[in-house]
């Protein structure tokens, strides 16, 4: 029983069709069908992978005997043509109706399934291009609903000329129009620079992982010293095996943050980034729920820093947290006063931060220094952390919950610790360890000051 | 959240105090009748092992017995600390929800921003005549549980909170 119609979950099982929803008739529906290069598209590695094995087998099967070549290429092989069969029929029984405000999904081969989504619960458009698409000139589009459950509709793989086109359609239709919309045009806001990115996600290398890449050296010497010649080898490995892993970890960074350009549209913001495998994210404006910057302790000698977004949706696809990154590195002014810009024209410097009491050296010797929060009339602010920095930034109209939690020592100190609840991601927002008497004054005042936001929106 | 998490303590706490002139509704007692039996089922175990201590050592088997008797009486009182200390308040546009009584906690979910009023309730539960009522916002962290109602309560409530939630809806 979702209170009121404005549940953002925009998709209704096939059954639940109201006659409200339908959009009027006359409108032209536009049917799009997946791309036929999709099921190669879709095998992507474990494809290309099966196939090499098949062709070496092939190749130099010659000394090992004739059947047992046979075997292994029908092996492979089949279970490379199955896997094209999957794609193949996933092709043949879906299609995508874009029709007035809406956008439904059918598919399944023995069991039917239709999915209607609204697309004003739109909460951002993503053209994905992974490499295994882009090499067939394919690319998806990722729609990202605030829904409790499948929040995400996935086109996969559509012609990269159409995909786009369907972006700026989606996205038109979502703010209201449904005339074919060409793409917006686009301000670009900010581009980080090639050099800075490789030193950034090199110097985030730098951290207390390394000392696990001293363990094999040490290992392997120890061993050798001693005679034991299978300590030593198990300590080769291991530093070879960890360095494999950190290395890709940084290759893996670079190669989805390079050329990362954020641009402003009337869509919403609009975020490209990636070297084999591109991304192109579209955020329409109001559907960034909270801000964090983060400053890794590497990162503060040179002054940069990181900027992450919730938006509802994305929280639960995104395992990597690849599509929270907003910046991925820039200097910290330049990130405070974006996000200020962002968030309404706000200088986060002038909003006025408050510190836990003494006492609460008690709790938390050292760091107790370094909870700052605070809100001024739009936003709420929290800059916390001795050695990494952050500062997290929530408009007032998007808070959701709000929280007041105290444990045995907090209370025994009279302190308590304020929370306030955003949609899933990576900015979690605490004003920690204030006197209690205090903190709830503040709990108080950020209800009335979400309450009057969200009224304000309403009525504007 | 509704499990057994902070029940140790005592309920007091200035910070945590409804808005002058408003009480809280409490829940059911029946919460705590429910969490004793729990509790008695879970010591029946050691209550077998002294009766087996008995025959072989009957100075372990006091010991034992006296140190389970400690634990079920400061479970026993706890878990009325924690019946105590379960609270929940409509206001005009939003509910508050307090619970726990040395990890103390106070919600606030404003009708706005509900998505979804769930009641449900476990087997055990259900034994017991109890249900729980749960409040969905878009954010994963809110943890806004009322549980140890008694069904009709229960209902009412949900009924009441989604009339509410419609009346305030506010979208993200």
Redesign the interface.
């Known amino acids: ?9 925009g998709d209704r099982p096939a059954g639940d069709r109201l006659a409200a929803d339908r959009p009027e008739p006359g409108q032209p529906e536009e049917v799009f069908r997946l791309h036929p290069l999709t099921p190669i598209a879709l095998g992507g590695k474990i494809l290309g992978v099966l196939v090499l094995v098949t062709l070496l087998g092939l190749v130099d099967g010659t000394g090992s005997g004739k059947t047992a070549v046979i075997w292994r290429t029908a092996i492979f092989g089949g279970v490379a043509v199955l896997l094209v069969l999957r794609g193949v029929i996933v092709v043949f029984v879906t299609s995508y109706h874009l029709l007035g405000g809406e956008l439904r999904i059918d598919s399944g081969l023995l069991q039917k399934q239709s999915k209607r989504v609204r697309l004003n619960r739109v ?1 951002s458009v993503d053209v994905l291009e992974p490499l295994s698409a882009r090499i067939f000139g394919l690319a998806e589009v990722k729609v990202t609903t ?1 829904g ?1 459950q499948r929040a995400s509709i996935r086109l996969r793989f559509l012609a990269a000329p159409v995909a786009h086109q369907l972006r700026a359609d989606l996205l038109a239709r979502s703010s209201g129009t449904t005339d074919q919309a060409p793409e917006a045009p686009e301000r670009p806001l900010l581009r980080v620079p090639h050099q800075q990115l490789v030193r950034a996600q090199l110097l985030q290398l730098v951290s207390w992982r390394l000392l696990l890449l001293a363990i094999g050296p040490v290992l392997a010497v120890v061993g050798n010293n001693n005679g034991h010649n299978g300590t030593a080898i198990v300590g080769v490995s291991l530093f070879i095996s960890l360095g494999l892993a950190l290395l890709l970890t940084l290759w893996r960074q670079i190669n989805t943050f390079w050329d990362f350009t954020v641009g402003d549209t009337v869509d919403g913001l609009r975020i490209r980034h990636g070297l084999l495998s591109t991304s192109r994210q579209t955020v329409p404006p109001g ?1 960034i ?1 909270a801000v964090l910057i983060h400053q890794p302790l590497s990162w503060r000698p040179f002054g940069w820093a990181q900027v992450r977004m919730n938006v ?1 949706g994305y ?1 639960r696809s995104d395992s990597s947290g690849h599509q929270t990154v907003l910046i991925p590195v820039a200097d910290k002014d330049y990130a405070e006063a974006f996000v200020g810009w962002l968030l309404g024209g706000v200088d986060l410097a002038h909003v006025p931060l408050t510190r836990p009491p003494r006492r609460a050296a008690l709790r938390v010797p050292g760091w107790w220094r370094y909870e700052l929060a605070g809100a001024n009339d739009r936003l709420f602010v929290a800059r916390h952390g001795m050695l990494s920095r952050t500062i997290d930034v929530v408009p007032h109209e ?1 808070t ?9 020592w907090q ?1 025994a100190l009279g302190l ?1 610790t304020v ?1 306030l ?4 991601g990576p900015v ?1 927002t605490r004003a920690a360890h204030r006197d ?2 205090e ?2 004054e503040m ?2 005042r950020q ?1 009335d000051r ?2 009057a936001a ?1 009224q304000a ?2 009525v504007g | 959240m509704c499990g057994l998490g902070g029940r ?2 005592h309920v007091s ?4 105090a409804t ?1 002058t002139g408003t009480t809280w509704s409490r829940v059911s007692p029946r919460l705590a009748t429910m969490r004793r039996w729990l509790l008695v089922v879970a010591l029946l175990p050691l209550a077998g092992l002294v009766v087996g201590l008995a025959f072989a050592s009957g100075i372990a088997a006091v010991v034992v017995a006296a140190a389970g008797v400690v634990v079920l009486a400061w479970a026993w009182t706890a878990v009325g600390r924690n019946l105590r200390s379960w609270g929940y308040l409509e206001r005009d ?2 509910l508050l929800v307090t619970h726990g009584a ?16 769930d009641v449900k309730a476990g087997p055990i539960e259900r034994g017991f005549g109890l249900v729980r009522v749960k ?8 943890d ?1 549980e009322v549980c140890g109602l008694t069904p009709d309560v229960a209902e009412a409530l ?1 009924d009441r ?12």
Do not use: C, N, W
């Not at chain 1, 029983?1 to 979950?9: K, Q, Y």
């Not at chain 1, 609840?421 to 899933?424: I, K, V």
């Open positions: 029983m979702p209170p009121g119609s404005d549940s953002p979950a909460q605030a409790s559907r729920q509802a929280g998007r959701q919950s709000l929280r007041l939690t105290a444990g045995p209370r308590a929370r609840d955003s949609t899933r979690k209690a008497t903190a709830r709990l108080d209800i979400a309450r969200r929106r309403q | 140790f303590g706490g200035d910070a945590f808005p546009d939003d040395a990890f103390k906690k106070l919600t606030v979910v404003p009708y706005g921003r509900m998505q979804l009023v409040l969905h916002t878009a954010a994963a962290t809110t806004a949900r909170l989604t009339a509410l939630g419609e009346a305030h809806a506010a979208g993200l």
